[in-house]
């Protein structure tokens, strides 16, 4: 049983699981992320099989175009897929429709990925290297929930006029399309702390005042949440002087771009951060927020944990595991604390590891728990 994500769970599960190592880093913090899910699986008792195929960059060296028709295929049949990264600078040269990065915009896409699922968590061992002050930034734990596929960014019309002295976008959403981003915001609060931020312009945007008449008419139905409305400036502000007051965060595409890209920020590690797109049928695309870092790729010293946290989220998410995810995410909690981190992490009288090591560190502290 599916319902915008959540499966229910707990019995031996057999899942296809499509991976897209893409560009960069990509291939090695993916491999991270598929030896602690077959660990995962051992110790609970699932089969999870795994696919690997071509994306992005990688993708058109070998065939050309940023995404393969047998690799779309795959994803159309797939119970989930974790990405690593795409790009790098060697594609740059390309026209904008066949780079890299065109490849990921084609999976949303055909997959029907709407909701963009974001998760702002500091872990205390690296709280000292936010921007914010340790005691504004402790304790914060934050979900995102952004519309993927409407407004501004896919309005139209969206054209130069005038002889090119004028332009015009449009920013258009359907009812249908707010109401589905809404049930996933609503549902997540029930997983967390039953309070859902809308973020709006209500106060100017008449896309907002529907938006927002929506999310009145969508809280009866989730009378256990508690509902605020904020607008998008007011929300910027907040997040920076009182983060730990965010349950989650619901908002538009252009509105959820750019704050979900503030709240990165927060907790000085956006290495260590995880994202989620995800369809009406509970099929979901997993990837880290960071790049594909190609000054860095091949030396074995990149942070496997975004990627890591990304397939527990895809646990969680996609196929209903709550248990097994917790363990996942209380692991890299755990290996943090026991002062193992990568180059691009700082922990007082830490050990710095590369990402084979950090993973195995992982997959032990899993094992510790089973």
């Not at 997540?188 to 529907?210: C, G, M, P």
């Not at 009866?220 to 983060?243: C, F, R, S, W």
């Not at 594909?292 to 998410?317: E, Q, T, V, W």
Request: with cysteine; net charge negative; aromatic share 6%.
């Amino acid at each position: 049983m599916t319902w915008f994500g959540w499966k229910t769970g707990g019995e031996h599960m057999q899942k296809n699981i499509v991976l897209l190592p893409g560009d960069g880093i990509g291939r090695e913090i993916m491999d991270s992320a598929k030896v602690v899910l077959e660990e995962v699986a051992k110790g609970f008792g699932h089969d999870f099989h795994f696919e690997k195929h071509a994306i992005g960059g990688a993708a058109i060296d070998q065939y050309g175009v940023p995404l393969p028709e047998e690799t779309l295929e795959a994803c159309k049949k797939a119970d989930a897929i974790l990405l690593g990264a795409v790009g790098g600078d060697q594609w740059n040269s390309l026209p904008p429709e066949k780079r890299p990065e065109r490849g990921l915009l084609g999976i949303r896409s055909q997959l029907g990925l709407f909701a963009n699922l974001r998760p702002i968590k500091g872990f205390s061992e690296l709280l000292h290297a936010s921007p914010l002050k340790e005691e504004v930034i402790e304790g914060s734990d934050i979900l995102i929930v952004r519309e993927l596929t409407g407004g501004i960014y896919f309005g139209k019309p969206s054209e130069r006029r005038e002889e090119g002295d004028a332009a015009v976008d449009t920013l258009y959403y359907h009812r249908k399309e707010i109401e589905r981003i809404l049930d996933q915001a609503f549902k997540s609060a029930r997983l967390r702390k039953h309070h859902v931020t809308s973020v709006d312009k209500a106060n100017v945007l008449e896309s907002s005042r529907l938006w927002r008449e929506i999310v009145e008419e969508k809280r009866q139905e989730y009378p256990d949440v508690e509902v605020e409305h904020l607008l998008v400036d007011a929300a910027a502000m907040k997040l920076i002087t009182n983060p730990r007051s965010f349950d989650v965060i619901v908002t538009e595409n252009m509105f959820g771009d750019i704050l979900s890209d503030e709240a990165s920020v927060l907790t000085g590690s956006i290495g260590m951060l995880p994202s989620a797109s995800l369809n009406e049928d509970g099929v979901g695309l997993y990837e880290p927020v960071h790049g594909s870092a190609p000054d860095i790729a091949g030396k074995g010293i990149a942070n496997p944990l975004g990627m890591i946290l990304s397939a527990s989220m895809m646990l969680r998410y996609s196929f209903g595991l709550e248990e097994e995810a917790d363990a996942i995410e209380a692991a890299v909690s755990q290996s943090l604390k026991d002062g193992y981190h990568t180059a691009d992490l700082s922990i007082k009288d830490g050990k710095v590891v590369g990402t084979k090591e950090m993973t195995e560190v992982v997959v032990d502290r899993i094992r510790q728990r089973l």
